[in-house]
């Protein structure tokens, strides 16, 4: 159903899954046991230097020919309702702040970074990362520039890295068809119940502003529908913070 490469250390899986999509199959999953360049969303980096946590990317080729109906931006939302059900089965219920940073008790444990190649019409890959702290110390968290936390502080117990990886690939995998011909729709109500902030006063920073507003609602295609002094505006990126 899916593949697997391991590496002991490389930059990033999402670079080198980027720079080999000509030689990577469709479901291709890219481990490491560490990362010396993890790259976060908007640029910032990935603490990636302590082995025991989940570093890999997934290939994902769909089709040849880019079809823009294709819900590969609303990917990391689904991959976020999987993480959440994988949390549950060790007896953990994560929330998850839009669009798809999974937090528990308000402090962050995964992330995700989705990344697309497409050369003309042709579409050449895409590339979902995922980071999961499973087995840090209250010491490496300090190292985080934001609240966060991982699965053995949460359990007081050294967390099984590969038994986490093939349930939550498993559950990926098992849905994906489905995901893949419905997009956001399939997932929509069980996003929207395990979401932390919507009715929430917020404030979303993009690329060069920020914005402030209620999040109101989840619409159709995963984006956020914020009231803003009674503004209606759709937001398709940025970061959300509660006020
Ligand atoms: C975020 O900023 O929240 C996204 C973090 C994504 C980290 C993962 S770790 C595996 C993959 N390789 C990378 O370099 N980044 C992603």
Redesign the pocket.
């Known amino acids: 159903m899916f593949e697997i490469i391991h590496f002991d250390e490389i ?5 080198f ?1 980027l720079n080999n999509l000509d030689n990577l199959k469709d479901r291709q999953v890219i481990i ?1 046991n560490k ?1 010396t ?6 640029g ?1 980096k ?1 603490i ?1 230097d302590i082995e025991g ?5 997934i290939v994902l080729k769909p089709s040849q020919i880019y079809n823009p109906e294709m819900p590969l931006a609303n990917l990391t939302q689904y991959m976020s309702v999987i993480l959440c059900r994988t949390f549950n089965d060790y007896g953990i219920s994560a929330q998850i702040k839009w669009p ?2 999974i937090l528990i008790d308000g402090k ?1 444990i ?4 989705s990344e697309l190649k497409i050369q003309g019409t042709n579409l050449k890959g895409f ?1 979902l ?4 702290n499973l087995n840090l110390s209250e010491q490496h968290l300090l190292e985080i520039n934001q609240p966060a936390t991982a699965l053995s502080l949460l359990l007081n117990k050294q967390i099984n890295r590969d038994e986490f990886i093939q349930n939550m690939l498993n559950k990926f995998f098992n849905e994906l068809e489905s995901f893949m011909d419905n997009g956001f729709i399939f997932i929509k109500n069980e996003y929207i119940s395990r979401s932390g902030f919507l009715g929430n006063d917020v404030v979303i920073n993009s690329l060069n502003h920020k914005i402030c507003g209620i999040a109101e609602a989840i619409n159709n295609d995963g984006s956020l529908l914020l009231n803003s002094n009674g503004a209606k505006k759709i937001i398709t990126m940025g970061d959300l913070f509660c006020l």
Do not use: F, I, P
Request: hydrophobic letters at 30%; proline letters at 0%; glycine letters at 14%.
């Open positions: 930059e990033s899986t999402n670079t899954a490491a990362q360049c993890g790259k976060g969303r908007l910032r990935w990636s946590n989940v570093y890999l990317s798809n940073d962050k995964s992330g995700l970074l590339v990362g995922v980071g999961v």
